[in-house]
């Protein structure tokens, strides 16, 4: 069964406050989502495995560790781009995936209008980076997609969630591991966490 994993730390709760901030400019509100995103990656990637190899350094031969599986970032367009660059900071050798998955309101679905993943996804752990988890449908598409591909372990990376989401994704899919900074209060009538953040994708990119 996957686990939901909520970080808490000062330093995070304090840029959470930030983002929140409806004052908070768009060239921060950018830089502070990128600076969550690191860390987030670093708890994520904890279980990676190992394997050990000879190298020289300086002064003498000696056995170090590196990492022995391959590493996919999908990020689900358009708010996950605004996580990609602190987890490619942190894992630089990842492969990178791109979903384009919204949720209609009007129809009450998904829909999908972009999937690129690097070739031969079989075996390979995937951390999908999904910003703002609020009703979860975004999210269960782009999982369900995924395991189309036969992929490895997934995790689930989000910046805030909702309960609802939560509940779904653990229902639907409970072999996926969540990270997330903060379980949210409730939805609005509209989809939105609350408090929340407001819209990601046009806080990042300053469209409306």
């Not at 730390?9 to 409806?22: A, D, E, M, S, V």
């Not at 919204?102 to 679905?109: E, S």
């Given at each position: 069964m996957g686990k939901i994993n909520v970080i808490e730390?000062?330093?995070?709760?304090?840029?959470?406050?930030?983002?929140?901030?409806?004052n908070t400019s768009c060239h921060e509100f950018r830089t502070v989502f990128s600076e969550l995103s690191g860390p987030l990656a670093y708890e994520a990637t904890k279980?990676?495995?190992?394997?050990?190899?000879?190298?020289?350094?300086?002064?003498?031969?000696?056995?170090?560790k590196r990492i022995a599986e391959d590493v996919v970032v999908a990020c689900i367009l358009r708010a996950g781009e605004g996580m990609l660059d602190g987890f490619l900071r942190?894992?630089?050798?990842?492969?990178?995936?791109?979903?384009?998955?919204?949720?209609?309101?009007?129809?009450?679905?998904?829909?999908?209008?972009?999937?690129?993943?690097?070739a031969d996804m079989k075996g390979k752990r995937v951390l999908l980076l999904d910003p703002l988890l609020a009703t979860g449908d975004t999210?269960?598409?782009a999982l369900d997609r995924l395991k189309q591909y036969e992929v490895g372990p997934i995790k689930l990376i989000t910046i805030l969630s909702s309960q609802v989401g939560?509940?779904?994704?653990?229902?639907?899919?409970?072999?996926?591991?969540?990270?997330?900074?903060?379980?949210?209060r409730a939805l609005d009538e509209r989809g939105f966490?609350?408090?929340g953040v407001g819209d990601a994708g046009d806080r990042l990119f300053r469209t409306s």
């Open positions: 730390h000062p330093i995070f709760q304090h840029k959470l406050g930030i983002l929140r901030n409806k279980d990676l495995k190992l394997v050990e190899e000879e190298i020289d350094t300086p002064i003498e031969r000696t056995k170090v942190a894992i630089p050798f990842a492969q990178i995936g791109h979903i384009g998955i919204y949720r209609d309101r009007a129809m009450n679905h998904t829909v999908e209008y972009y999937f690129k993943l690097p999210a269960l598409a939560l509940d779904k994704v653990r229902k639907e899919h409970p072999d996926v591991d969540i990270y997330t900074l903060s379980i949210e966490l609350l408090p």
